[in-house]
């Protein structure tokens, strides 16, 4: 019986071994970059640059940031962002986009991707480092970037514990 139950686990490896007529298990691969746009220019985030905190609307708190795909087609783009605060809990967030039109140059760019921080209010945000890695999935491709960022808030007004806010003198929200 223990041969027998040998040969099946053998038989069953020898057809997973992505030979001819069977499909690759490793999922096809595309370039991502994570980003910001300034002054109509796409930057990749990288290790040690700056992410704005923006209070929004229903004071909601993120990243507005930027996806830049290359070399890859689709109907949808699947984005899934884990992020870690220092000191605080993980978590992630998963969105689904439409894939845009390409440029001339073949990119492809998703503007106003927003990455949440609602759980954290902003005092204990500022400062910090977090560690943002987006995946996308595009037509079953793969696309992956990250960063460690610090986070900041140039706003003129500041979140209190108690939900209000503190402006600087003449300043509004």
């Known amino acids: 019986m223990r041969t027998f139950s ?8 020898a057809g997973c071994s992505g030979g001819a007529g069977v499909p690759d298990a490793t999922p096809c691969g595309f370039e991502l970059e994570w980003g910001y746009r300034q002054g109509g220019a796409f930057i990749p985030f990288g290790d040690g640059d700056d992410a704005e905190i923006t209070l929004g609307f229903q004071g909601f ?5 930027t996806l830049r795909l290359s070399n890859v087609d689709g109907a949808l783009v ?3 962002a884990q ?3 220092a000191g605080e809990e993980p978590f992630s967030q998963r969105s689904t986009f439409d894939m845009p039109a390409a440029d001339p140059g073949g990119d492809r760019y998703i503007d106003d991707v927003l990455v949440f921080f609602n759980d ?9 480092t977090a ?3 987006v995946r ?3 037509s079953g491709c793969i696309g992956t970037h990250a960063a460690d960022l610090t ?5 003129n007004c500041i979140e209190q514990p108690d939900g209000g806010l503190v402006c600087a003198p003449d300043a509004g929200p």
């Open 151 to 155: 986070l900041t808030d140039d706003d």
């Open 131 to 133: 560690t943002v890695s």
């Open 136 to 138: 996308v999935d595009a």
């Open 78 to 80: 699947q984005l899934l």
């Open 83 to 85: 992020v870690a605060v």
């Open 61 to 65: 708190r993120y990243v507005i940031s």
């Open 6 to 13: 040998t040969l099946i686990f053998v038989s069953a490896l």
């Open 120 to 128: 954290i209010p902003i005092p204990q945000l500022v400062g910090k």
